[in-house]
Antibody, heavy 118, light 107 residues
Framework: EAQLEESGGELVQPGGSLRLSCVAS????????MHWVRQAPGGGLEWVAS????????FYVDSVQGRFSISRDNARNLLFLQLDSLKVEDTAIYYC???????????WGRGTLVTVSS | AIQMTQSPSSVSASVGDRVTITCRAS??????VSWYQQKPGRAPSLLIH???VTQTGVPSRFRGSGFGTDFSLTISDIQPEDFATYYC?????????FGQGTGVDLK
């Protein structure tokens, strides 16, 4: 069965940077689109970013465009999210998500908490 | 961006009731809608994809329907383990967008 495990979340000051990682196992990572989804405390789900299997296409929600960067290492089954110029409103649990063929999200990690505060 | 308007925002139900949650897309999304269940402190899990296809292992009391702009998730004979928050998602076009969520709690 597919498993996803995120890491890298921590407390950071506004304007700071973080790099989130997600290690994938139990499936052929290089064959699937991957995504990051976040959830602010007490809030709903928000899609953040997506990356194609070969990294040739990447998409971002408008609120993070130019500040966040998604990448992957298919040789090591790793997904990354670089978060720069962080804002208080970026505080959230960040989930690493696998896309099943057809567009929906069939496996989710447990999430990693990013807190942006001075 | 395609907006997904989900309603109601919350609903109270008794064990055995039938609960229906709806999502309306601001433009047509074919059948590119999925539904997720989230319990407190847990990651979401996939219930329904392609508007009406039940994910393997999900009980048959969960049923999805719809096409185009109007979608619904129905939970028949709701069980204690079904009290949770539910979200719809459109994956027809980027940016992908979720509904605001529906909290289902015990009356």
């Amino acid at each position: 069965e597919a498993q996803l495990e995120e890491s890298g979340g921590e407390l950071v000051q506004p304007g700071g940077s973080l790099r989130l990682s997600c290690v994938a196992s139990g499936f052929s990572f290089r064959h699937y689109w991957m995504h990051w989804v976040r959830q602010a405390p007490g809030g709903g789900l928000e899609w953040v970013a997506s990356i194609r299997q070969d990294s040739s296409e990447k998409f971002y929600v408008d609120s993070v465009q130019g500040r966040f960067s998604i990448s992957r290492d298919n040789a090591r089954n790793l997904l990354f999210l670089q978060l720069d110029s962080l804002k208080v409103e970026d505080t959230a649990i960040y989930y690493c998500v696998k896309e099943r063929v057809g567009g929906h999200f069939d496996y989710w990690g447990r999430g990693t908490l990013v807190t942006v505060s001075s | 961006a395609i907006q997904m308007t989900q309603s109601p925002s919350s609903v109270s139900a008794s064990v055995g009731d039938r609960v229906t949650i709806t999502c309306r897309a601001s433009q047509g999304v074919r059948n590119d809608v999925s539904w997720y269940q989230q319990k407190p402190g847990r990651a979401p899990s996939l219930l329904i994809h392609s508007a009406s296809v039940t994910q393997t292992g999900v009980p048959s009391r969960f049923r999805g329907s719809g096409f185009g702009t109007d979608f619904s998730l129905t939970i028949s004979d709701i069980q204690p383990e079904d009290f949770a928050t539910y979200y719809c998602l459109q994956d027809f076009d980027y940016p992908l967008t979720f509904g605001q969520g529906t909290g289902v709690d015990l009356k």
